[in-house]
């Protein structure tokens, strides 16, 4: 095989990684002042890269415009514009946060002024986030997305995002999700209604266990893994119909309640059959109580009354950053917990 075609899978691989993009001196110079982001005027699938103050980590995201699903799908909901992360997030970067933010605790013994709002940033409570040893195995993978996290952990990941970059992250919504998958289209996948190509964009019908991201080919708005490799949790509660009681009123998304047994999750992973790494293709991941139902899913969970605490090693997730989005949604952003979830217990990421 040509030497040109053998480097682009990695060149992709190294483009998208939420992780460790090359950074000039300039770059790595610690700042708490967010660059500019921009607003308007930007081409579907422009990318913009979030450099993490204080590290030598990014994020690299793509625009996706606004618009309307059909009314069949997720309730017709309206969405956008965001920037969504071009791959799901990986150890790389999660690793910097769980871990409790050692780069920042360092830069605040010394650049950081006492009431420098980046010190928040540390305090961010780390919820109990992974427990076995295949998950400590991932960890060790560069460029590997993060999975066995439970919603909520990776709640808790974007409230940190946001405190240390100065920008609203988040999980996506249903919606939001399946509007930057389809990329503009209506087919089953958005390269078309037959699956004999979905081997080019997606790792599936296989191992369970991630590949590194960036490897396939992205959707026509620059997204890569939306199908396949790990599935991803998104902001809503399970709603069996797709249009829950929040997304009929208006508002686009489903939150999840205090009893809500199951969480949405998008896209399929690495053993996904072709079926389940469709554009339109949901999952509920269960509540503890209903655990044993669901085989091969690789299950911890937490008590009964901690709902959000279940996750899966086959499910990880990525982020947005809304350019505007309704306040119900962009507080999930900037509050320590939704109101959902303000029973649930600190729990330390290092168990």
Request: hydrophobic fraction near 40%.
């Amino acid at each position: 095989m040509p030497t040109s075609k053998l480097l682009v899978p990695l060149l992709c691989a190294v483009a998208c990684v939420v992780g460790r993009p090359a950074l000039s001196a300039a770059d790595a110079e610690p700042s708490s002042r967010p660059a500019s982001r921009p607003t308007a005027g930007m081409a579907p699938g422009a990318t913009w890269v979030e450099r993490i103050p204080h590290t030598d980590l990014a994020l690299e995201l793509a625009y996706v415009p606004a618009g309307a699903l059909p009314p069949d799908v997720v309730g017709g909901a309206r969405v956008g514009p965001l920037w969504v992360s071009t791959c799901e997030v990986t150890w790389d970067l999660f690793e910097q946060f769980a871990a409790g933010d050692p780069k920042l605790v360092e830069a605040a013994g010394g650049t950081l002024a006492a009431d420098d709002p980046l010190r928040r940033a540390a305090r961010v409570p780390r919820p109990y986030t992974f427990k076995t040893v295949p998950a400590a195995d991932l960890r060790a993978r560069p460029a590997t997305p993060v999975s066995f996290v439970s919603q909520i952990a990776a709640q808790r990941f974007c409230q940190w995002l946001t405190i240390r970059t100065g920008r609203p992250y988040r999980l996506p919504t249903e919606a939001e999700w399946e509007h930057a998958c389809r990329a503009g289209t209506r087919t089953r996948y958005f390269f078309g209604d037959d699956p004999a190509r979905l081997g080019e964009y997606a790792w599936f019908g296989g191992a369970a266990t991630p590949e590194k991201v960036g490897q396939k080919r992205p959707n026509p708005w620059g997204l890569r893994d939306v199908y396949g490799n790990v599935a991803e949790w998104t902001l809503d509660g399970w709603a069996a119909d797709g249009a829950g009681p929040a997304r009929a009123a208006g508002a686009g998304w489903t939150p999840r309640g205090p009893t809500q047994d199951r969480g949405a999750i998008r896209g399929g992973d690495g053993a996904s059959p072709a079926d389940e790494c469709r554009s339109g293709w949901r999952y509920g991941l269960l509540d503890w109580s209903v655990w044993a139902t669901e085989e091969g899913w690789g299950y911890f969970h937490g008590a009964a009354t901690e709902p959000g605490s279940e996750r899966s090693w086959r499910v990880g997730f990525r982020v947005v950053s809304p350019v505007q989005a309704p306040p119900a949604v962009d507080q999930m952003a900037t509050s320590v917990d939704p109101a959902s979830y303000a029973s649930y217990p600190e729990r330390s990421a290092q168990k």
